[in-house]
């Protein structure tokens, strides 16, 4: 069983900063991609960030040069460091690994429970 946890939300004022970190435990052979995707409140949920295994990013065009993503494969642990925090970033954020569980032959996405983020204005 494969289990992501995340950590790090909060309530911050517009200007700030937050960091996210999702830690993923279980009994998974390999990580392919990581990533963090939001929900906000009567809105579909999207992809902020994702990394690569290799890793190579790309961004959301409304948090480029705000996230960064970063991963440390040796803890299995995927990280996203929020500066300048908009009102518009407030959200749950949700972290995704896409990973092969020993049992399976190929790879399959797997969801943490979410953290929330609120930006104050």
């Known amino acids: 069983q494969v289990q992501l946890v995340e950590s790090g939300g909060g309530l911050v004022q517009a200007g700030g900063s937050l960091r996210l970190s999702c830690a993923v435990s279980?009994?998974?052979?390999?990580?392919?991609?990581m990533g963090w995707y939001r929900q906000a409140p009567g809105k579909e949920r999207e992809l902020v960030a994702h990394?690569?295994?290799?890793?190579?990013?790309n961004y959301a065009d409304s948090v480029k040069g705000r996230f960064t993503i970063s991963r440390d494969n040796a803890k299995n642990m995927v990280y996203l460091q929020m500066n300048n925090l908009k009102s518009e970033d407030t959200g749950v954020y949700y972290c995704?690994?896409?990973?092969?569980?020993?049992?399976?032959?190929?790879?399959?996405?797997?969801w943490g429970q979410g953290t929330q983020v609120t930006v104050s204005s």
């Open positions: 279980g009994s998974i052979t390999s990580i392919n991609a």
């Open positions: 995704n690994v896409n990973g092969r569980p020993p049992y399976l032959i190929r790879s399959r996405d797997y």
């Open positions: 990394i690569s295994s290799g890793g190579s990013t």
